[in-house]
């Protein structure tokens, strides 16, 4: 089956450094993926959509210059949080469509900024 | 626009019990419909989908679920729990944005517990 490898599954990083999340497709090539953040206890919120070879289409009210994403190939879409500060800690979550309808989830990331 | 509504934020269910966890939906068309199961602190796992054609759709893990277009509503089942069925369960529903591209929605998850 379709498989998303998502790294690191956890980091800590120090306030106003960069951290990078790396999302990739296995087995399958992905023009399509997602990127998620979820808090605790609550449900994923889908911060935007990345296309490969293009620009990423953000959510209303996510900052795009602090969640950088680039998906520069059909198997790799990475989310880059910038100056990251403890509001950004939080789980992120990366999916790759393979087909209409076809979703596969990585296994999350958990990042903590101290 | 689309939303998906999970009233049960927590259920708790004996383990051997049937389970039936509720999705309500508002869309302006026939969506396609989507029941994931998450461990604590992992990614998501798919259990079942509905794109069209028999209401009544099979899973992995023993879980079904109905479509029922007259109550939007996709409700999951399982006739038989088994602890490892403790988990979070999200109902999502995949629309397609004024840009046409398809992306989910997801409900607010419902909590299971399993109790001996």
């Known amino acids: 089956g379709a498989v998303v490898s998502q790294h690191p599954s956890w980091v800590i990083c120090k306030s106003g450094t960069s951290v990078k999340i790396e999302c990739r497709s296995l087995?399958?090539?992905?023009?399509?993926m997602f990127w998620y953040r979820q808090f605790p206890k609550q449900s994923l919120m889908l911060m935007a959509t990345?296309?490969?070879?293009?620009?990423?289409?953000?959510e209303q009210g996510v900052e795009k210059d602090k969640f950088l994403i680039n998906h520069a190939s059909l198997t790799l879409s990475t989310l880059t949080v910038t100056s990251a500060h403890p509001e950004d800690s939080s789980f992120y979550i990366c999916?790759?469509?393979?087909?209409?309808?076809?979703?596969?989830f990585g296994s999350g990331t958990r990042l903590t900024v101290v | 626009a689309q939303s998906v509504t999970q009233p049960d934020i927590h259920i708790t269910v004996s383990e051997g019990a049937s389970l039936e966890l509720r999705c309500n939906y508002s869309?302006?068309?026939?969506?396609?419909l989507f029941w994931y199961v998450q461990s604590p602190g992992q990614g998501l796992q798919l259990l079942l989908k509905?794109?069209?054609?028999?209401?009544l759709v099979q899973g992995i893990k023993g879980f079904e679920a109905e479509f029922k277009r007259s109550q939007s509503s996709f409700n999951l089942r399982k006739p038989s729990v088994h602890w490892s069925d403790a988990a979070e369960y999200f109902c999502?529903?995949?629309?397609?944005?004024?840009?046409?591209?398809?992306?989910?929605?997801f409900g607010t998850g419902t909590r299971l517990t399993i109790i001996p």
């Open positions: 999916s790759a469509r393979q087909g209409y309808g076809g979703y596969t």
């Open positions: 087995d399958f090539q992905a023009t399509t």
């Open positions: 990345s296309n490969e070879g293009s620009k990423a289409t953000y």
């Open positions: 869309y302006g068309a026939t969506p396609y």
């Open positions: 509905y794109f069209s054609g028999d209401t």
């Open positions: 999502a529903v995949g629309v397609v944005s004024n840009f046409g591209n398809e992306k989910l929605t």
